[in-house]
């Protein structure tokens, strides 16, 4: 019986040593992404001098959530306790980037200036 594409090992990877599926890929993109956020939010801060979140911030939550989310629910793994950690915080960052774009519109993130 043959894997889903994205079950399959990546045999470009194979020298590392790993077994990397492209499910685990999108999950280890995902979960990087969404901890990659507080740096995001750490260098706006810095530059402002104050405590600010920069739009970047929730773009980084939603994407980084639903891969991640993607992960636990496609992939071989379907591990419900992932499933439950990232549907929450999915759902709160589209809704707190929905309330930003309300706020400041469209235009350019005004929070690093």
């Not at 990546?10 to 993109?29: P, Q, R």
């Amino acid at each position: 019986m043959d894997l889903p594409l994205l079950d399959q090992p990546l045999t470009w990877l194979y020298w590392t040593g790993l077994h990397v599926t492209g499910w685990k890929l999108i999950g280890y993109t995902g979960a990087l992404m969404f901890g990659g956020r507080w740096l995001v939010q750490f260098v706006a801060s810095r530059r402002a001098g104050k405590p600010v979140i920069p739009r970047l911030f929730w773009y980084m939550s939603v994407v980084g959530s639903l891969m991640t989310l993607s992960y636990f629910l496609f992939s071989a793994k379907q591990d419900s306790v992932g499933v439950l950690q990232n549907l929450f915080p999915a759902f709160t960052a589209l809704y707190s980037l929905k309330l930003d774009i309300a706020h400041r519109g469209w235009k350019r993130d005004k929070a690093a200036h």
